[in-house]
């Protein structure tokens, strides 16, 4: 039996790049970015528990299964450049694109409408968008650099991203925040040590002086 009748490899993770193309190996590892951001953003809900993290998450993998579910019905082929036992899915919309993007969109919100001025300065919550619309877009330069996709389809997938997370946004902090505190005060929520943390001007100031004062309480030393 032929080597690639019998193994396939994973699309998710597959990156290819051409040899001694540096710019080509670059562009391969930025590609990467999608992985260590969602991988970042799992820890992330398990470690704080947050409700704004958790339905962050649920919403990227929302966006994820959206974008399966598009790349199905369109059947859209990718460039012919790399043959098809490398990469069997279909090329419309870029998942990457999509992913980068509805991403963006999320916290280009969150920043501008969540975030205090009183706390964060205009440069942070200016140039927090800015960074990440333009990590969004090297990082879809990049899969059309390696022809994984057309120009269109990276296109497509960056308005579905936005658009997807845009409303993901109005969902979150318009429909579901009102009922956050009746969750976290739930059974489940006591269960699970869900937090909220939409009062909470900065998360950051706010758990560094809990930490500070509960470390230098005497009663709390460890025994």
Avoid at 40 to 64: P, Q, W
Avoid at 79 to 85: D, F, I, K, N, R
Avoid at 152 to 159: C, D, E, P, R
Wanted: net charge positive.
């Amino acid at each position: 039996m032929d080597y690639f009748e019998m193994w396939k490899p994973l699309d998710t993770f597959l990156v290819l790049y051409k040899r001694d193309d540096h710019i080509s190996y670059l562009a391969a590892c930025i590609s990467e970015v999608v992985l260590v951001v969602a991988f970042s953003v799992l820890c992330l809900t398990l470690i704080k528990r947050d409700l704004h993290t958790i339905l962050y998450a649920f919403g990227m993998l929302t966006n994820e299964c959206i974008c399966k579910v598009m790349k199905k019905l369109i059947k859209a082929p990718r460039p012919p450049t790399h043959p098809s036992l490398f990469v069997s899915s279909h090329g419309m919309p870029s998942n990457h694109a999509q992913f980068m993007f509805f991403m963006t969109a999320y916290f280009a919100l969150f920043v501008i409408y969540r975030l205090s001025s009183r706390y964060y300065s205009s440069a942070f919550r200016l140039l927090t968008p800015i960074f990440m619309f333009v990590s969004s877009t090297i990082v879809c330069y990049a899969r059309i650099y390696l022809e994984f996709h057309y120009v269109s389809q990276v296109l497509i997938g960056a308005l579905v991203g936005i658009i997807f997370g845009s409303f993901w946004f109005f969902l979150v902090h318009v429909i579901c925040t009102p009922w956050f505190p009746w969750i976290v005060n739930s059974k489940i929520g006591k269960l699970f040590m869900l937090q909220d943390f939409t009062n909470v001007p900065n998360v950051f100031i706010v758990e560094y002086n809990t930490m500070r004062q509960y470390n230098q309480n005497p009663n709390n030393e460890r025994k």
